[in-house]
């Protein structure tokens, strides 16, 4: 991080990281991205299937090791949690040197993954408004004598253009450090003071969860594939909402063919499945 966006981050709550990722990066993201979707709406309705703590429904597929749920239908979306276990092109998003060198200014002490998703959202769809004010300590945002302490923060990669017609990530910026929660609902489009983030194939926005934030309506025809992870300290178990709180779920197959950084990413020291 450089100074410019260090300060940014902390009086924003956000940064558009620019060519994050290398054409080639988003050339085979995103055609394991589609060969996924294409095998988890099959799947959905199958069995095994899982009631989160949240409430959604989701198809585990024990097979490559991820979770779905939602669908392709207008105004929806599908939601593929646990995806690195499902295709070694996301393999390089795991202790992706720069985004760890990014993540390493604003979380301190030992790091790990407790969040890995695909959102995939159809036209008309959007995601709505959550966060900002004080909020579950596993989501805040904080500073003290070393500098910037996040907990949970998220970096969301693009492998597609996005405008606000097609459904932008959308934030309030500075939300991450207001004293009061937000007396608005839940429509991103209609909140006072929320701003799409357009961006590239290739760059990557990331955030404090502790920012009020979403994503506006897709207007388009243009189906909206984007990939987040999420880091924090390594206390903190997973916050996908199929595992909410539970360890990583991460196949013994994946950690095979992990460096022990990355292995680190995920299994606490001792911790043994
Ligand atoms: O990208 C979106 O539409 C919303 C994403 C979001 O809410 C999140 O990553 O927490």
């Known amino acids: 991080m450089n100074p410019i966006e260090k300060y940014e981050f902390d009086r924003q709550g956000f940064i558009v990281i620019e060519n994050m990722l290398t054409a080639q990066e988003v050339a085979s993201l995103a055609t394991a991205i589609d060969a996924l979707k ?10 095994p299937q899982k009631k989160a703590l949240w409430g959604p429904v989701y198809h585990h597929n024990t097979e490559r090791g991820y979770f779905a749920f939602g669908s392709n239908r207008q105004g929806e979306t599908l939601m593929i949690e646990d995806f690195f276990n499902a295709d070694t092109a996301f393999d390089c998003l795991v202790n992706h040197p720069r985004t760890m060198e990014t993540i390493a200014e604003i ?37 003290n004598g070393k500098g910037i302490d996040c907990m949970m923060v998220r ?43 357009e961006v590239k194939a290739g760059d990557a926005i ?68």
């Open 38 to 47: 294409a095998e988890a709406l099959e799947q959905i309705d199958s069995p």
């Open 107 to 143: 979380v301190q002490g030992p790091i790990r993954i407790n969040n890995s998703e695909i959102r995939i959202r159809y036209n008309e769809n959007l995601s709505g408004t959550h966060m900002g004010g004080p909020i579950d300590h596993k989501y805040r945002y904080g500073f």
């Open 155 to 197: 970096m969301i990669y693009f492998v597609q253009d996005v405008t606000n017609e097609q459904g932008t990530f959308c934030v309030v910026p500075g939300t991450h450090k207001t004293n009061y929660p937000s007396p608005y609902q839940g429509r991103p489009d209609d909140e006072p003071g929320m701003i799409g983030l």
């Open 206 to 273: 990331l955030f404090t969860e502790n920012l009020r934030h979403g994503g506006f309506t897709n207007h388009s025809s243009q189906v909206r594939k984007t990939l987040h992870v999420g880091y924090g300290p390594s206390w903190m178990m997973s916050q996908n909402i199929a595992t909410m709180d539970e360890p990583q779920y991460i196949l013994p197959e994946t950690l095979t063919r992990y460096d022990a950084k990355q292995r680190s990413l995920f299994v606490l020291p001792g911790w043994k499945r």
